[in-house]
């Protein structure tokens, strides 16, 4: 079983910056993808990025120029840079990834979310 826990979630001022963390743990075999999620209140939850294990990286049209995630491969994390934060940024955000464990059976897990609040 493969566990996701996210970190670094809070309340900041619009034009301000937060990280978030996300480190996997458990039976891992190897981590294929890492990505982020968020869902705001009364809305589908919805792709913020990702990035693959040769560190490519996609960003939701949303966020490009603002958001950068990364990863530490030794460390099974990944992280998200938040700068320019704008009140419709509020979200839980989520992480997930996607793998293969340690019985070499593709896993794909979720985190349990991390409260992103964005004042104006």
């Known amino acids: 079983q493969v566990q996701l826990v996210e970190s670094g979630g809070g309340l900041v001022q619009a034009g301000g910056s937060l990280r978030l963390s996300c480190a996997a743990s458990g039976s891992i075999f190897k981590i294929n993808a890492m990505g982020w999620y968020r869902q705001a209140p009364g809305k589908q939850r919805e792709l913020v990025g990702g990035i693959t294990n040769g560190d490519n990286t996609n960003y939701a049209d949303s966020v490009k120029g603002r958001f950068t995630i990364s990863r530490d491969n030794a460390k099974n994390t990944v992280y998200l840079q938040m700068n320019s934060l704008k009140p419709e940024d509020t979200a839980v955000y989520y992480c997930?990834?996607?793998?293969?464990?340690?019985?070499?059976?593709?896993?794909?897990?979720w985190g349990q979310g991390t409260q992103v609040t964005v004042s104006s």
């Open positions: 997930n990834a996607d793998g293969i464990n340690s019985l070499l059976r593709r896993f794909y897990s």
